[in-house]
């Protein structure tokens, strides 16, 4: 990983600052269990990476293996999909189960259209009758059982841990299907969203500035910053409107260095109707985003007095010293969406930590975003890198300052999204996989190794970054004597990664085998699909009779089995099935039984799709382009496509790859190295076990056995 000099001093900086926060708590009480998540993290990356040095072995995941136990296997839940596993580790019971089973799905008693996220949808089902909240859910998050016990938990953006009323998508005036309250534990601080507008770039020349206004120039004296060649001024012509507040970007340059030369080197981003606030600010607000080009590092922008109390950041990639050639990059606006269940921990984070920062954004590399497109790809790696280390940095400050107002918290649930984001955008590992992906003779021999290896970096430094937020954590819990972290620090993934080289377009397929798409619809996440049928009684309005839903289920499963990849230069000799495990949703054998249309197996639960469908590994329904590319060698490309990124989750979780990581290590934890294969569903019953809490009845994982003796 190249890292700048700002970067390394703002590194050794936060390690200070975190040392102090270490100090603070370590001296009083710590709390007894920390779960923490990094998304994506598999074993065999981190195992290779100790050996390698690129992660040390003696601070974060490999001090907790050093000095506590691992897993060799971790098996996630199917599909292995972030939402899905998240909940499973939380509930102790598989996707089926807990009703959790992608990362967008369709609820049934929602109308036929509709979809929900997995991150905000009912943990344990709901009833489908009115629709109501269930009596009796299928599962049952920890968090429900530990605080009926009174014990104290604490959430730092972990999935499901929202404080929200769940609600029907799609339904007029939709009961509530599952409470808030649980949803919310002691305190609850909820992954953040979008505050509705997105990243955008920006190319400047020098006809773009004038002489900065005199107001311009006073201000700047007021906040004694000095420039030792005339200030400039440009609009960035960036008008949006946040949290019913209007915004109007304008953009001042300095000339920092005292050489007698003309050397513009920072650029001052500000609101033109606030202007340029000399400061001090307190937190969420930022004032002006001062931002020194050479430092390679974004500054936060606040966006005063939005009422989401919502914020973004600029960060600039290219900077000509006579402003011949700018580039910068304005990051979408975020904010963390409150309820009034978790109101106080939330204005919490933002008056000691500040608002959601802004997250690593595929949309930018990928050009999504408008403004992009003649950034060079270095500029655009550039800035992806930033946003990792800045949101990174923002999460494991809001689960510092969690732990610091909660020391005495019996469970602190903690999600960290990296190294997830890096390896879906740099996971290009495999030599079917274009390096260029607007070009599809770029696999093979074709490849750009210049770039295999920088993409090989970019995922090597999303790892070291989660492991510093896990050392972060330790040093702020403390160790003991021996070493150990004074609480029983446990780091789990939600599932492993892998490459994939063929976007799949699965509505086209089905589009192409004469399904109606009034009757038969595909919703899917990564590279599993639930594929639902318009059923009669069960969806609002809904068009299938139960007879003919048997026919139209077999011809789904038949038709999904015909599905085959013939080109040989994606298949590697065989022809390759498109799909490795396909289930149906069981049937009774009376077509007027009141529950048809809604059995359950071990892999398809109740808002499972009628056909659920994971892909072979290579393939994806995600990273189609717009206009598609054509694969090497294939003549149609309705279905099979060229992807524009490179890693995904969500195969069958016995493929090794796929294996999440489990590291433990604490005072409670006295057994020492391998423990050989575990399941994530074993997380919750361990938790519960060491914190001497009974797991409900739902829980389907087994007490893993961290002590000698037992």
Same mark, same amino acid.
């Given at each position: ?7 390394? +001093? #703002? ?6 600052? $975190?040392?102090?926060? !270490? ?63 998240? +909940?499973?580790?939380? =509930? ?47 599962? /049952? ?15 730092? =953006? ?114 033109? =109707? ?79 930590? %500040? ?76 030599? @079917? ?19 295999? !290896? @920088? ?49 799949? $377009? ?27 049928? $318009? ?21 789904? +499963? ?20 498109? *799909?490795?495990?396909?289930?149906? @949703? ?24 009628? +056909? ?8 994806? *329904? ?10 090497? %060698? /294939? ?16 195969? /069958? ?12 290590? %604490?005072?409670?934890?006295?057994? @020492? ?12 019953? #361990? ?24």
């Amino acid at each position: 990983m190249r890292l700048s000099i700002i970067i390394l +001093v #703002t590194f050794f900086l936060s390690l200070t600052a $975190n040392s102090i926060v !270490a100090k603070s708590i370590s001296s009083t009480l710590q709390p007894k269990v920390i779960l923490i998540s990094l998304d994506g993290a598999t074993p065999d990356f981190v195992d290779q990476y100790l050996a390698q040095g690129i992660l040390s072995p003696k601070q974060g995941l490999g001090l907790i293996k050093k000095k506590g136990v691992y897993a060799e296997r971790n098996i996630t839940c199917s599909a292995s999909l972030t939402a899905a596993c998240h +909940v499973a580790i939380a =509930t102790g019971s598989t996707a089926a189960r807990n009703d959790i089973n992608a990362n967008t799905f369709h609820l049934v008693a929602s109308p036929f259209t509709s979809n929900i996220s997995g991150f905000g949808a009912p943990i344990g089902g709901y009833s489908t009758q009115e629709p109501s909240e269930s009596i009796q859910p299928t599962a /049952d998050p920890l968090w429900i059982g530990l605080l009926q016990n009174g014990k104290k938990v604490v959430s730092a =953006t972990f999935p499901g841990a929202d404080g929200v009323d769940v609600k029907v998508p799609g339904l007029s005036n939709s009961p509530i299907i599952q409470s808030a309250n649980k949803r919310t534990v002691s305190y609850t601080v909820p992954f953040g969203a979008f505050a509705g507008v997105s990243a955008k770039g920006f190319s400047l020349t020098t006809a773009n500035f004038s002489p900065a206004p005199n107001q311009t120039i006073s201000q700047l004296s007021v906040a004694k910053k000095i420039s030792y060649s005339p200030i400039l001024q440009a609009s960035l012509g960036d008008q949006f409107t946040v949290g019913g507040v209007n915004y109007d970007i304008q953009v001042a340059a300095l000339d920092t260095t005292s050489d007698r030369q003309t050397n513009y080197d920072t650029l001052v981003f500000f609101d033109a =109707t606030i202007g340029i606030q000399p400061g001090p600010f307190s937190l969420p607000s930022t004032g002006p985003a001062y931002v020194k080009a050479q430092y390679k590092k974004s500054s936060l922008f606040y966006l005063q007095g939005s009422s989401n109390k919502a914020g973004t950041a600029f960060y600039v990639s290219n900077l000509a010293p006579d402003l011949s050639t700018l580039r910068i990059a304005r990051y979408s606006a975020n904010a963390i969406p409150s309820t009034p269940a978790v109101q106080s921990s939330v204005d919490d984070i933002l008056t000691h930590v %500040g608002f959601w920062a802004p997250q690593a954004d595929f949309r930018i590399p990928e050009k999504l975003s408008p403004g992009f497109t003649n950034f060079p790809d270095s500029e655009l790696e550039a800035i992806y890198e930033d946003q990792v280390q800045l949101f990174v940095d923002y999460q494991t400050r809001v689960a510092l300052r969690a732990i610091n107002q909660n020391p005495n918290a019996d469970l602190v649930m903690v999600y960290i999204e990296q190294p997830d984001g890096s390896e879906h955008q740099f996971l290009l590992s495999d030599s @079917r996989q274009p390096t260029d992906p607007t070009n599809p003779n770029t696999i093979g021999a074709g490849q750009n190794q210049a770039k295999v !290896a @920088r993409y090989k970096s970019y995922v090597q430094a999303a790892y070291q970054t989660a492991d510093n937020a896990v050392q972060r954590i330790i040093n702020a819990v403390g160790r003991d004597k021996k070493g150990r972290p004074k609480s029983n620090i446990i780091v789990v993934s939600d599932h492993g990664f892998s490459s994939f080289h063929t976007a799949v $377009n699965l509505n086209n397929f089905l589009k192409s085998k004469g399904f109606d798409s009034n009757k038969v619809r595909a919703v899917t996440s990564g590279p599993a699909a639930n594929i639902y049928i $318009n059923l009669q009684g069960r969806e609002p309005n809904g068009i299938v009779s139960p007879a003919e839903y048997i026919t139209l289920q077999q011809q789904i +499963v038949t038709s999904l089995k015909e599905l085959v990849d013939k080109n040989p230069n994606y298949t590697q000799g065989e022809p390759q099935a498109i *799909f490795d495990k396909i289930y149906a @949703r069981p049937l009774p054998g009376d077509l007027n039984d009141p529950t048809f249309g809604l059995g359950t197996s071990e892999f398809v639960g109740q808002d499972t799709g009628d +056909v659920f469908a994971i892909m072979s590994d290579g393939y994806n *329904f995600d990273g189609t382009q717009n206009p598609v590319v054509t694969r090497l %060698g /294939d003549t149609d490309y309705s279905v099979f496509s060229v992807p524009n990124f490179y890693g995904a989750h969500g195969y /069958d979780p016995s493929i090794p790859k796929l294996s999440a990581i489990f590291y433990a290590a %604490g005072p409670d934890i006295n057994r @020492r190295g391998s423990i050989g294969t575990i399941r994530n569903i074993d997380v919750a019953p #361990t938790i519960n076990n060491l914190l001497g809490v009974p797991s409900a009845q739902t829980v389907q994982g087994e007490v893993i056995n961290l002590k000698y003796g037992r």
